[in-house]
């Protein structure tokens, strides 16, 4: 995925503008004198015209069809205040019903100035994005096929947009009647004394500001208005203060000593930091090594130049621990999470932008902090799913921190015990620095894995809890350790597994397990739709009562209620976890000892530094391993490595009980011995196999109707197109489908999608955006289709 080289769109603001809309005839309404209107009505059409003046015309996005850009004209009163960056309000259609849009260019124009609206107006004082930002966008735009208006969206927080948190204020500036003395002597005492305060001041000031500093009420200053001696302006300024500012006594925390190989990293990554140039680094230190410290010191050599940093996390709410470790480091960090409400986000915004703070540490988003002076830019546990946004745009917040590093000439860390596959083939590939943290901090051991084969009946009680791992919890108890039991599950899709032999039934074309569906019992491959009926007995061992049940966290934790009466129990899950603050309270009263088992999902495994956590337990280790999807062995180690990583933190030790029905899988395998090496050349291997990421692309489409056969109708088109692009690019791209995704059907909508494979991600965007071009969408079969380039997920 890093080999890329940061590609931008050629037609993102074309050299020869274009008029802004070819408008039918239209009536021109009396309230509204369009002159284009007129043009239209009287005038040979625009390209006829000769240009007659020389002026500026600017580029403009908007978040909705038509998204543009569309080019229009300057109006003398606003040259030299559009500016790429900027919101403006335009015209638009027939009706010039007025609309707000981004500009992202403006250059003189060898049109015809006639053939070109007018700006209305502009909606910000100062762009709101630098050029440095703008170019990012418009790479996002073109690589994740999005419009740059709704980039632009996702970019800038909506408090920032609406302005949260800000009123309207009038503020003064003399007017030219103010610079007569004549004039000023002339008038009342109190009226003079208000003016010449203003005079002195170098900036705008406000009516109660100048009574204050004049000593007299706001009368005078009406008067003087009222006169002609001030110039008023309406500002919009930020009234609310956000949290408390900063901690004027801001006191270190402990700094420890780094140990060898903490060092060496560290000065590699401080050696670039000096340096004005791209670099990535990836940082694999198994769990407990101590990458978060690494990452504090480069962060503290690139703020001793004055410079500034981005750390990005998994999930700011779900792990305060690393939110406490960089504010007791730097004096300036903003912290921003998913739970701040608009004039919060507002708030942090203005202060990042300004440049007083030091230390931006976030999720996904914070990406696109507005630090003017970035230096280092941190991902932390970057092979986490949740970089990856869901909704348009569809980026993943790696791939868009490599290309901010690259505008911003920056280096670039990439830290993780268990990293992605796409990183790990950068470091192979020579496009990224390998750093190796391989012991644990104190030399502490890694825990010892027991793998529990499900498949053996003495192991089986009849729950979901196993005999050794139900003994283990027991033993940990009993030494007043505490327990992390995780119960893996994604989303709603059941695979077909036999109970007796571990079998997964698969597809003979994909080798993807098939998914159960419900209604009309069939089981469905949802790569390439082949379908067969469910079986009602394994096909491998003959057993009879297969099952395809999932298992939820609620009822493991009345089963864990049960087995271990006297324990206190907490339960992590997104239905527990819903009210802000509830995850810090949960994690506090772990922390204090007041519960002795935390059970959840996977929010449990992440990044968590509990030295009495003395066993990890995973309940099913193959639910993920038996996922649809491409990507579910590399998911199943991630999980079970990271989990199994919570324990083992203190002096007193720990252990892992890995629950399985495939203990010889390659990854549960690699797991259980912390052999990241192995499991990322066998899955490599796998990956050749398909071409599939990162040794090729993968992009998806997923479409969505409220009936079955015109959507399928629909996707069937997208496929054709699709292939017709393909054969006259002459591109290598594998296109299959259109199949039911595993959630074939959500909230009254049919889906299906198409997935499309290719050596080359450029041919493979390229075969999307002019197949897509292609489609005509009829509005009353109520169909919508949306891109994912790089999906991860197959849901
Ligand atoms: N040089 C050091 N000397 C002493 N303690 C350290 C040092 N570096 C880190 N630690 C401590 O060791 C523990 C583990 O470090 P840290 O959490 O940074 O590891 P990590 O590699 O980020 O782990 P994980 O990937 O499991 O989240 C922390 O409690 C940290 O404060
Ligand atoms: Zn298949």
């Known amino acids: 995925m890093l080999s890329d080289s940061v590609a931008f769109p050629q037609s993102e603001f074309p050299s020869s503008l274009r008029p802004s809309e070819i408008m039918p005839a239209a009536s021109s309404s009396s309230d509204d004198p369009s002159r284009q209107a007129e043009l239209f009505e009287t005038d040979p059409p625009p390209w006829e015209l000769e240009a007659e003046e020389d002026f500026e015309a600017a580029a403009i996005v908007f978040s909705e069809n038509p998204y543009g850009p569309l080019h229009y004209k300057i109006p003398p009163a606003l040259e030299g205040i559009v500016q790429p960056g900027l919101r403006v309000r335009v015209p638009l259609g027939r009706g010039n019903r007025t609309v707000v849009g981004w500009c992202i260019g403006v250059e003189k124009s060898e049109l015809p100035a006639r053939a070109l609206k007018d700006i209305l107006a502009v909606t910000d004082e100062d762009p709101l994005c630098d050029a440095r930002l703008i170019k990012l966008v418009l790479w996002m735009s073109h690589y994740y096929q999005a419009p740059a208006g709704q980039v632009f969206d996702a970019l800038i927080p909506a408090g920032v947009r609406s302005g949260a948190g800000t009123r309207e204020q009038v503020f003064f500036t003399p007017a030219a009647m103010a610079l007569d003395d004549a004039q000023v002597d002339a008038l009342p005492v109190k009226q003079q004394s208000a003016i010449r305060q203003l005079l002195i001041s170098d900036k705008p000031l406000t009516a109660v500001q100048i009574a204050d500093l004049a000593e007299c009420t706001e009368g005078p200053i009406r008067e003087l208005r009222k006169k002609g001696f001030l110039r008023a302006e309406t500002r919009r ?107 919060e986000r507002h708030y942090h915004w203005q202060r990042i932008r300004s440049g007083q703070v030091q230390v931006v540490v976030g999720a996904r988003s914070a990406i696109f902090a507005p630090l003017p002076r970035l230096g280092l830019i941190v991902l932390d546990e970057e092979h986490d799913g949740s970089f990856k946004q869901d909704k348009a745009p569809r ?60 498949r053996t009946p003495g192991e089986r009680t009849g729950g979901a809890i196993s005999r050794p791992l139900q003994n283990a919890v027991k033993e940990t108890l009993a030494e007043n350790g505490q327990v992390i039991l995780l119960l893996n599950r994604r989303g709603f899709a059941t695979t077909i597994q036999c109970p007796s032999c571990g079998h997964v039934v698969a597809c003979p074309e994909c080798d993807m ?263 005509k969408t009829n509005s009353k079969d109520e169909i919508q289709f949306v891109i994912d380039i790089d999906p991860i997920d197959m849901l």
Not at 301 to 325: C, D, N, Y
């Open 237 to 343: 300024v930020l009234t609310a203060s956000g949290p408390p500012p900063s901690r004027k006594n801001f006191q270190k925390g402990e700094i420890p000593d780094l140990t060898g190989p903490q060092a060496e990293a560290y000065e590699q990554i401080r050696d670039a930091v000096h340096k004005d140039q791209q670099h990535t680094f990836v940082l694999h230190g198994v769990t407990g090594s101590g990458k978060t410290e690494v990452y504090i010191r480069s962060i503290e050599a690139a703020v001793a130049q004055g410079k500034q940093a981005i750390v990005l996390v998994p999930e700011i709410s779900l792990t305060p621990q690393t939110r406490h470790r960089f504010q007791n480091r730097f004096a300036e960090v903003a912290v921003l999470h998913s739970q701040m409400s608009a004039v």
């Open 395 to 454: 980026y993943h917040a790696r791939r868009v921190a490599y290309v901010r590093s690259q505008i911003e000439k920056i280096p670039l860390v990439l830290g993780s015990a268990t990293p992605s596959l796409e990183t790990w083939h950068a470091t192979n590939t020579g496009h990224a620095t390998l750093i190796q943290l391989n012991q644990r901090i104190a030399d502490r051991p890694m825990p010892h894995v027991q793998l529990v084969d499900l």
């Open 513 to 775: 397990p098939l998914t159960h569906h419900r209604d009309g019992g069939k089981a469905v491959c949802h790569y390439c739709d082949y379908q067969i009926p469910t079986p009602p007995w394994c096909p491998a061992c003959r057993f009879d009562g297969i099952r395809y049940s999932g298992l939820g966290t609620q009822k493991l934790e009345v089963e864990v209620k049960a087995r271990f009466p006297g324990a206190k129990i907490a339960r992590m899950d997104s239905d527990t976890m819903r009210r802000p603050g509830s995850h810090e309270r949960v994690l506090a009263a772990f922390r204090e000892g007041e519960l002795q088992i935390l059970l959840g999902t996977q929010m449990i495994a992440k990044g968590l530094d509990f030295p009495n956590v003395l066993l990890v337990g995973v309940i099913n280790a193959d639910s993920a391993l038996h996922f649809p999807d491409f990507r579910a062995s590399e998911r199943t180690f991630q999980l079970v490595t990271q989990v199994a990583g919570r324990t083992g933190r203190g002096d007193r030790g720990g252990r892992v009980v890995v629950q399985t029905f495939s203990p010889e899988h390659p990854a549960i395998q690699a797991a259980s011995h912390h052999d990241y090496q192995t499991f990322a050349e066998t899955e490599m291997l796998q990956r050749r196999k398909y071409d599939y990421p990162p040794l090729g692309s993968v992009a998806r489409i997923i479409i969505r109707g409220p009936v079955e056969e015109t959507t399928e109708a629909f996707a069937d088109t997208i496929v054709e197109k699709l292939e017709l692009t393909r054969d006259k690019l002459a591109a290598e791209v594998r296109i299959l489908g259109p199949a039911p995704p595993p959630v074939a059907k959500i909230r009254g909508k049919y889906r299906f999608h198409i997935l499309l494979q290719a050596k080359d991600s450029t041919s493979l965007g390229e075969t999307i955006r002019r197949a897509v071009a292609m489609l």
